[in-house]
Antibody, heavy 119, light 113 residues
Framework: QVQLQESGPGLVKPSQTLSLTCTVS??????????WSWIRQPAGKGLEWIGRIYTSGSTNYNPSLKSRVTISVDTSKNQFSMKLSSVTAADTAVYYC???????????WGQGTLVTVSS | DIVMTQSPDSLTVSLGERATINCKSS????????????LAWYQQKPGQPPKLLIY???TRESGVPDRFSGSGSGTDFTFTISSLQAEDVAVYYCQQYYNIPRTFGQGTKVEIK
């Protein structure tokens, strides 16, 4: 059973770059069964899809964040990562990584990691 | 972007009673070539990630109790809890996977009366 775990700093200063990694266990990130996505959720608010990557390296991004986001994959470590540049307080959220089965629904999900943007 | 709009924003239901959530998409999520609706429903409890309950608008994920069901087609969808249990208190989201960007409804909070 595939499981995901996010990791990265919990505090980022405004204007800096937020960097998170998602480690995949219980299966190979290169299996081809999943697109690997990042989703975020500000406190008390809804879910916003950030973007995704396939094992080939092909990416799709939310247009609302496209200019600031880069998602990459490291198949040797069974990980994928996200960088969000020029962060502001509005980027404070719980960030989830998720597998998008065959590019369809999201399952599984990581537990989420809270990232706070503050000086 | 496909905008997903859920109603109501919150719902208070007595134990054992029915809870119904509506989800409307700004454009059809029915893919004509396979006649499938590209819509999923998730349950999120406090401090937890969302949990997949239903995909293809009406297919229950393995292990999900049969009191949870989904219906609808095109742009109008319904999620139903036939007999609300205490453990069903959560926020429920619909999500379209018809195109990019993936989008979610704003969520519906279900509470016990």
């Amino acid at each position: 059973q595939v499981q995901l775990q996010e990791s990265g700093p919990g505090l980022v200063k405004p204007s800096q770059t937020l960097s998170l990694t998602c480690t995949v266990s219980g299966g190979s990130i290169s299996s081809g069964s999943y697109y690997w996505s990042w989703i975020r959720q500000p406190a008390g608010k809804g879910l916003e899809w950030i973007g995704r990557i396939y094992t080939s390296g092909s990416t799709n991004y939310n247009p609302s964040l496209k200019s600031r986001v880069t998602i990459s994959v490291d198949t040797s470590k069974n990980q994928f990562s996200m960088k969000l540049s020029s962060v502001t307080a509005a980027d404070t959220a719980v960030y989830y990584c998720a597998g998008e089965l065959r590019g369809q629904w999201f399952d599984p999900w990581g537990q989420g990691t809270l990232v706070t943007v503050s000086s | 972007d496909i905008v997903m709009t859920q109603s109501p924003d919150s719902l208070t239901v007595s134990l054992g009673e029915r809870a119904t959530i509506n989800c409307k998409s700004s454009q059809s999520v029915l893919y004509s070539s396979n006649n499938k609706n590209y819509l999923a429903w998730y349950q999120q409890k406090p401090g937890q990630p969302p949990k997949l309950l239903i995909y293809w608008a009406s297919t229950r994920e393995s292990g999900v109790p049969d009191r949870f069901s989904g219906s609808g087609s095109g742009t109008d969808f319904t999620f139903t809890i036939s007999s609300l249990q205490a453990e069903d208190v959560a926020v429920y989201y619909c999500q379209q996977y018809y195109n990019i960007p993936r989008t979610f409804g704003q969520g519906t909070k279900v509470e016990i009366k």
